[in-house]
């Protein structure tokens, strides 16, 4: 069974451009997470979609966004990029039995965004 | 405010000694708790998970402790192999489906020769 994929593996931006990342998530898998991971401050949660609806969402900017498809695959997308955007984007799916417990997150190898 | 603290951003332990990664959480809401294990250029993967009607939960070398009064879980490597060095990190959540999945910033474990 294929992994969860993110592409493109590494990104180059100017500031104020906008970037989109996508994650395909394990098949069968109906949730998939999206996280920021910097070297100070760990694995920061952006948003978890569920059935094409964003289920959670964590402390970003309105600048960040995201969505899911039909097919359960999910895209980010982050607006007017800032140099402190810099990060590794981590997308993670899980099957969602419908209860946390023994709920186990699978992360792709992630996307490394440069913001120039 | 962070919910989820790992307070050690580094450890460094002896080959085939006990490595022991703390991490201590503030929501009393938190009733189940996770550990994965990252490889640079990789992305994290599971290691051991405990929910809090349980207080220890093993698998092979990997022990999970949960103290919940204390409100502290510790993840014990016996013994350390030089595979283990990676970055670890805790993660927690309330258990209910529509509660996120939060994490720690992670401790870079070190296995000595």
């Known amino acids: 069974k294929a992994g969860v994929t993110q592409t493109p593996r590494y990104l180059i931006k100017t500031r104020g451009q906008q970037v989109t990342l996508s994650c395909s998530p394990i098949?069968?898998?109906?949730?998939v997470s999206w996280y920021q991971q910097t070297p100070g401050q760990g694995l920061q949660f952006l948003f978890e979609?569920?059935?094409?609806?964003?289920?959670n969402k964590g402390n970003f900017p309105g600048r960040f966004s995201g969505r899911q498809f039909s097919n359960s695959r999910s895209e980010m997308n982050v607006s007017t990029l800032e140099l402190g955007d810099s990060a590794l984007y981590l997308c993670?799916?899980?099957?969602?039995?419908?209860?946390?417990?023994?709920?186990?997150?699978?992360f792709g190898s992630g996307t490394q965004l440069s913001v120039l | 405010d962070q919910q989820v603290k790992q307070n050690s951003p580094s450890l460094s332990v002896q080959e085939g000694r006990i490595s022991i990664l703390n991490c201590d959480y503030t929501?009393?809401?938190?009733?189940?708790f996770l550990w994965y294990k990252k490889y640079p250029a990789e992305g994290p993967t599971f290691l051991i998970s405990?929910?809090?009607?349980?207080d220890k939960n093993e698998d092979g070398r990997f022990t999970v402790f949960l103290n919940k009064s204390a409100k502290h879980l510790s993840l014990h490597i016996v013994p350390s192999q030089p595979g283990d060095s990676a970055v670890y990190f805790c993660?927690?959540?309330?258990?209910?489906?529509?509660?996120?999945?939060?994490f720690g910033k992670g401790t870079r474990l070190h296995i000595l020769p």
């Open positions: 993670a799916s899980s099957l969602d039995l419908g209860y946390r417990y023994n709920e186990k997150l699978f």
């Open positions: 098949s069968g898998h109906r949730s």
């Open positions: 979609y569920f059935s094409e609806t964003q289920r």
């Open positions: 929501n009393s809401m938190f009733d189940y």
């Open positions: 405990i929910s809090s009607i349980k």
């Open positions: 993660a927690a959540s309330a258990g209910d489906r529509d509660d996120k999945i939060i």
